[in-house]
Protein backbone atom coordinates (compact mmCIF):
# COMPACT_ATOMS: atom_id res chain seq x y z
CA UNK A 1 0.00 0.00 0.00
CA UNK A 2 1.25 3.30 -0.93
CA UNK A 3 1.91 6.02 2.01
CA UNK A 4 0.62 9.23 1.81
CA UNK A 5 2.68 12.57 2.46
CA UNK A 6 1.19 15.22 2.55
CA UNK A 7 3.16 19.29 2.80
CA UNK A 8 0.35 20.97 2.52
CA UNK A 9 -0.11 21.81 6.25
CA UNK A 10 -4.16 21.33 7.67
CA UNK A 11 -3.50 24.48 9.56
CA UNK A 12 -3.08 26.64 6.30
CA UNK A 13 -6.14 25.47 4.58
CA UNK A 14 -8.19 25.45 8.22
CA UNK A 15 -7.10 29.38 8.52
CA UNK A 16 -7.74 29.79 4.78
CA UNK A 17 -11.10 28.76 5.56
CA UNK A 18 -11.92 30.60 8.46
CA UNK A 19 -10.38 33.77 6.42
CA UNK A 20 -13.05 33.21 3.74
CA UNK A 21 -16.06 32.57 6.71
CA UNK A 22 -15.01 35.57 8.65
CA UNK A 23 -14.77 38.18 5.13
CA UNK A 24 -18.20 39.25 5.59
CA UNK A 25 -17.30 40.69 9.27
CA UNK A 26 -18.49 44.31 9.49
CA UNK A 27 -15.42 46.48 10.23
CA UNK A 28 -15.32 50.48 9.74
CA UNK A 29 -12.15 52.08 8.82
CA UNK A 30 -12.07 55.96 8.62
CA UNK A 31 -10.07 58.74 7.25
CA UNK A 32 -8.64 62.13 8.12
CA UNK A 33 -6.49 65.05 6.74
CA UNK A 34 -3.52 66.34 9.24
CA UNK A 35 -2.31 69.69 9.37
CA UNK A 36 -0.09 69.13 6.53
CA UNK A 37 -3.07 68.01 3.91
CA UNK A 38 -2.09 63.90 3.85
CA UNK A 39 -4.93 61.77 4.30
CA UNK A 40 -4.73 58.86 7.06
CA UNK A 41 -7.25 55.96 7.49
CA UNK A 42 -7.94 54.77 10.99
CA UNK A 43 -10.22 52.90 13.05
CA UNK A 44 -11.71 54.88 15.46
CA UNK A 45 -14.78 56.94 14.46
CA UNK A 46 -13.88 60.01 16.61
CA UNK A 47 -11.07 61.60 14.24
CA UNK A 48 -13.08 60.04 10.66
CA UNK A 49 -14.41 62.80 8.77
CA UNK A 50 -16.89 60.16 6.84
CA UNK A 51 -18.84 57.37 7.79
CA UNK A 52 -16.40 54.55 6.88
CA UNK A 53 -16.84 51.59 4.95
CA UNK A 54 -16.99 48.10 5.41
CA UNK A 55 -13.93 45.57 5.86
CA UNK A 56 -13.79 42.09 6.26
CA UNK A 57 -10.66 40.40 8.41
CA UNK A 58 -7.37 40.98 6.61
CA UNK A 59 -4.04 39.20 5.88
CA UNK A 60 -1.27 41.48 6.38
CA UNK A 61 1.35 39.36 4.56
CA UNK A 62 1.98 35.58 3.55
CA UNK A 63 4.30 33.41 4.67
CA UNK A 64 3.04 30.39 4.91
CA UNK A 65 6.55 28.59 3.31
CA UNK A 66 4.30 25.60 2.57
CA UNK A 67 7.99 24.76 0.04
CA UNK A 68 10.38 25.30 2.87
CA UNK A 69 8.94 22.58 5.36
CA UNK A 70 8.95 19.28 3.64
CA UNK A 71 7.82 15.84 5.08
CA UNK A 72 9.06 12.59 3.06
CA UNK A 73 9.61 9.11 4.44
CA UNK A 74 13.03 7.08 3.54
CA UNK A 75 12.21 3.56 2.42
CA UNK A 76 15.39 2.38 3.45
CA UNK A 77 16.14 3.65 7.30
CA UNK A 78 12.12 3.79 7.66
CA UNK A 79 12.25 7.35 9.04
CA UNK A 80 9.76 10.04 8.88
CA UNK A 81 11.92 13.43 8.12
CA UNK A 82 11.12 16.93 8.23
CA UNK A 83 13.34 19.47 6.18
CA UNK A 84 13.06 22.57 7.35
CA UNK A 85 14.45 24.88 4.68
CA UNK A 86 13.54 28.43 6.85
CA UNK A 87 16.53 30.79 8.57
CA UNK A 88 13.83 30.39 11.52
CA UNK A 89 13.12 27.61 14.06
CA UNK A 90 9.56 25.88 13.42
CA UNK A 91 7.63 24.01 15.82
CA UNK A 92 6.08 20.63 13.60
CA UNK A 93 2.74 18.49 14.55
CA UNK A 94 2.61 15.19 12.90
CA UNK A 95 -0.69 13.52 12.42
CA UNK A 96 -1.89 10.48 10.86
CA UNK A 97 -5.39 9.56 9.35
CA UNK A 98 -5.22 6.03 10.85
CA UNK A 99 -2.54 5.05 13.68
CA UNK A 100 -3.74 1.47 13.54
CA UNK A 101 -2.77 1.50 10.22
CA UNK A 102 0.52 1.45 11.25
CA UNK A 103 3.68 -0.39 13.21
CA UNK A 104 5.73 3.12 14.41
CA UNK A 105 7.20 4.65 17.24
CA UNK A 106 6.16 8.21 16.36
CA UNK A 107 4.80 10.48 18.53
CA UNK A 108 1.75 11.54 17.08
CA UNK A 109 0.20 15.31 17.63
CA UNK A 110 3.16 16.05 19.76
CA UNK A 111 5.23 19.08 19.37
CA UNK A 112 8.79 19.08 17.75
CA UNK A 113 11.10 21.66 17.46
CA UNK A 114 13.57 21.71 14.61
CA UNK A 115 15.85 24.52 13.96
CA UNK A 116 16.90 26.43 10.85
CA UNK A 117 17.86 24.97 7.98
CA UNK A 118 18.24 21.63 9.19
CA UNK A 119 16.77 17.82 8.45
CA UNK A 120 15.57 16.05 11.54
CA UNK A 121 13.79 12.23 11.68
CA UNK A 122 10.30 12.65 13.40
CA UNK A 123 10.42 8.61 14.36
CA UNK A 124 10.19 5.32 12.68
CA UNK A 125 7.16 3.63 10.24
CA UNK A 126 8.14 -0.15 10.27
CA UNK A 127 4.83 -1.67 8.62
CA UNK A 128 1.96 -0.30 7.12
CA UNK A 129 -0.90 -2.16 6.85
CA UNK A 130 -2.08 -2.54 2.83
CA UNK A 131 -6.20 -3.02 3.42
CA UNK A 132 -6.01 -0.17 5.39
CA UNK A 133 -5.66 3.55 4.03
CA UNK A 134 -3.04 5.46 5.35
CA UNK A 135 -1.69 9.09 5.33
CA UNK A 136 0.77 11.72 6.89
CA UNK A 137 -0.08 15.31 7.39
CA UNK A 138 1.64 18.07 9.34
CA UNK A 139 1.01 21.23 10.90
CA UNK A 140 3.97 23.69 11.62
CA UNK A 141 4.63 27.32 13.09
CA UNK A 142 7.51 29.44 12.41
CA UNK A 143 9.27 30.80 16.00
CA UNK A 144 10.86 28.75 18.86
CA UNK A 145 7.90 27.24 21.21
CA UNK A 146 7.63 29.37 23.99
CA UNK A 147 5.59 29.99 27.21
CA UNK A 148 4.06 33.89 27.21
CA UNK A 149 5.39 33.90 30.50
CA UNK A 150 8.89 33.15 29.83
CA UNK A 151 9.39 35.79 27.66
CA UNK A 152 11.38 38.57 28.53
CA UNK A 153 9.37 41.78 29.04
CA UNK A 154 12.32 43.75 27.94
CA UNK A 155 10.58 47.37 25.99
CA UNK A 156 11.51 47.60 22.25
CA UNK A 157 13.35 50.75 20.35
CA UNK A 158 10.82 52.78 18.05
CA UNK A 159 11.85 51.45 14.95
CA UNK A 160 11.87 54.51 13.27
CA UNK A 161 13.11 58.10 13.29
CA UNK A 162 10.81 61.14 13.60
CA UNK A 163 7.28 61.55 14.75
CA UNK A 164 4.30 59.80 12.85
CA UNK A 165 0.22 59.48 13.55
CA UNK A 166 -0.57 55.78 14.77
CA UNK A 167 -3.18 54.84 12.34
CA UNK A 168 -4.75 51.65 14.08
CA UNK A 169 -2.93 50.20 17.52
CA UNK A 170 -3.82 46.90 19.44
CA UNK A 171 -7.13 45.24 18.58
CA UNK A 172 -7.50 47.87 15.79
CA UNK A 173 -11.23 46.62 13.62
CA UNK A 174 -9.42 46.95 10.29
CA UNK A 175 -6.90 44.48 9.96
CA UNK A 176 -5.71 43.34 13.77
CA UNK A 177 -8.21 41.35 15.06
CA UNK A 178 -6.85 38.13 14.39
CA UNK A 179 -4.42 36.52 16.80
CA UNK A 180 -1.33 37.13 14.15
CA UNK A 181 -2.03 40.50 14.15
CA UNK A 182 -4.09 41.33 17.45
CA UNK A 183 -1.75 43.72 19.24
CA UNK A 184 0.23 45.01 16.11
CA UNK A 185 0.39 49.17 15.61
CA UNK A 186 0.13 50.61 12.11
CA UNK A 187 2.10 53.90 11.67
CA UNK A 188 1.18 55.89 8.90
CA UNK A 189 4.83 57.33 6.88
CA UNK A 190 6.05 58.44 3.73
CA UNK A 191 7.52 55.71 1.41
CA UNK A 192 11.24 55.22 2.17
CA UNK A 193 11.33 56.51 5.35
CA UNK A 194 14.21 54.06 7.24
CA UNK A 195 13.31 51.27 9.58
CA UNK A 196 15.38 50.35 12.01
CA UNK A 197 15.62 46.94 14.30
CA UNK A 198 13.51 47.20 17.82
CA UNK A 199 15.90 44.87 19.34
CA UNK A 200 18.98 42.61 18.73
CA UNK A 201 18.41 39.56 17.19
CA UNK A 202 18.62 37.11 13.45
CA UNK A 203 17.06 38.19 10.54
CA UNK A 204 15.22 34.39 10.05
CA UNK A 205 12.71 35.39 7.21
CA UNK A 206 11.67 38.04 4.88
CA UNK A 207 10.16 38.44 1.27
CA UNK A 208 10.77 41.93 -0.37
CA UNK A 209 9.83 41.71 -4.26
CA UNK A 210 5.90 42.58 -3.86
CA UNK A 211 5.82 46.00 -5.47
CA UNK A 212 1.57 46.61 -5.66
CA UNK A 213 -0.86 48.03 -3.07
CA UNK A 214 -4.20 48.83 -2.60
CA UNK A 215 -7.77 47.48 -1.37
CA UNK A 216 -8.57 45.14 -4.28
CA UNK A 217 -8.86 41.81 -2.19
CA UNK A 218 -5.99 40.71 -4.83
CA UNK A 219 -3.67 42.24 -2.99
CA UNK A 220 -4.33 40.21 0.71
CA UNK A 221 -1.18 38.82 1.68
CA UNK A 222 1.03 40.35 -0.86
CA UNK A 223 2.87 42.75 0.94
CA UNK A 224 6.86 42.61 1.81
CA UNK A 225 7.99 42.11 5.31
CA UNK A 226 11.43 40.99 7.61
CA UNK A 227 11.03 39.31 10.51
CA UNK A 228 13.61 39.32 13.17
CA UNK A 229 14.07 36.32 15.74
CA UNK A 230 15.32 37.55 19.47
CA UNK A 231 16.91 35.56 21.92
CA UNK A 232 13.93 34.75 23.96
CA UNK A 233 11.66 33.75 22.04
CA UNK A 234 9.83 36.78 20.73
CA UNK A 235 10.13 37.83 17.04
CA UNK A 236 9.73 41.75 15.54
CA UNK A 237 7.51 41.61 12.47
CA UNK A 238 7.92 44.52 10.00
CA UNK A 239 5.70 44.96 7.03
CA UNK A 240 4.93 46.64 4.21
CA UNK A 241 8.36 47.51 3.36
CA UNK A 242 9.46 49.03 0.19
CA UNK A 243 10.11 46.38 -2.73
CA UNK A 244 14.10 45.40 -2.40
CA UNK A 245 14.88 48.40 0.07
CA UNK A 246 16.20 45.31 2.59
CA UNK A 247 19.75 46.37 3.65
CA UNK A 248 20.13 43.24 5.46
CA UNK A 249 20.18 39.28 4.47
CA UNK A 250 18.59 36.06 5.80
CA UNK A 251 20.93 34.86 8.53
CA UNK A 252 22.38 37.60 9.69
CA UNK A 253 22.73 39.14 13.07
CA UNK A 254 21.52 42.34 14.03
CA UNK A 255 21.78 45.08 16.97
CA UNK A 256 18.90 47.63 18.06
CA UNK A 257 18.79 50.54 15.64
CA UNK A 258 20.60 48.99 12.98
CA UNK A 259 18.91 49.88 9.75
CA UNK A 260 17.05 47.22 8.22
CA UNK A 261 14.69 48.53 5.19
CA UNK A 262 12.51 51.56 4.05
CA UNK A 263 8.87 51.55 4.60
CA UNK A 264 6.49 51.34 2.00
CA UNK A 265 3.03 50.72 0.31
CA UNK A 266 2.48 47.16 -0.36
CA UNK A 267 0.41 44.71 -0.02
CA UNK A 268 -3.75 45.06 1.46
CA UNK A 269 -3.14 48.54 2.43
CA UNK A 270 -5.14 51.77 2.80
CA UNK A 271 -1.83 54.04 2.14
CA UNK A 272 1.97 54.27 3.16
CA UNK A 273 2.28 52.99 7.03
CA UNK A 274 4.36 50.97 8.78
CA UNK A 275 2.98 47.65 10.39
CA UNK A 276 5.13 46.05 13.57
CA UNK A 277 4.29 43.53 15.74
CA UNK A 278 5.88 41.46 18.64
CA UNK A 279 4.61 38.04 18.07
CA UNK A 280 5.98 34.39 19.90
CA UNK A 281 5.17 30.79 18.89
CA UNK A 282 2.48 29.18 21.48
CA UNK A 283 3.53 25.82 20.25
CA UNK A 284 0.59 25.72 17.48
CA UNK A 285 0.30 28.86 16.52
CA UNK A 286 2.46 32.26 15.57
CA UNK A 287 0.55 34.96 17.78
CA UNK A 288 1.32 38.52 18.47
CA UNK A 289 1.61 39.22 21.91
CA UNK A 290 1.39 42.79 24.05
CA UNK A 291 4.26 45.01 23.89
CA UNK A 292 5.79 48.39 24.96
CA UNK A 293 8.23 50.87 23.56
CA UNK A 294 11.07 52.24 25.30
CA UNK A 295 10.14 54.28 28.20
CA UNK A 296 6.47 52.64 28.44
CA UNK A 297 4.62 53.88 25.69
CA UNK A 298 1.62 52.02 24.76
CA UNK A 299 0.49 52.47 21.44
CA UNK A 300 -2.63 53.95 20.74
CA UNK A 301 -4.49 55.17 17.60
CA UNK A 302 -4.46 58.23 16.77
CA UNK A 303 -1.70 59.25 18.98
CA UNK A 304 1.34 60.69 17.88
CA UNK A 305 4.32 57.66 18.01
CA UNK A 306 8.44 58.77 17.95
CA UNK A 307 10.78 61.44 18.49
Known sequence: MKMILSNR???????????????????KIYFFIDDKGVTHYT???EEGLDGGYDVGEIEEFDESHEDDVLLTYDAVTQEVLIENRLYSPISVILKASDESAIDTDIV??????VQGNSIVSLGHIYEIDETKQFSL???????????AEQLNNDEFLIPFKGRYRVTQAHGGKFSHKGPKNRYAVDVSMPVGTPVYAAKD???????????KAGLDPAAHGKANYIRISHSDGTMTIYVHLKANSQVVKLGQYVKAGELIAQSGNTGYTTGPHLHFAVQHNNGVATVSIPFKFKGGIVPKAGSMLGN
Do not use: H, Q, W
Open 137 to 147: TREFSIGTPTK
Open 201 to 211: GKVVDMKMYFT
Open 43 to 45: DSA
Open 108 to 113: FNKIFT
Open 9 to 27: SAGVVLACFLAFMTATSEA
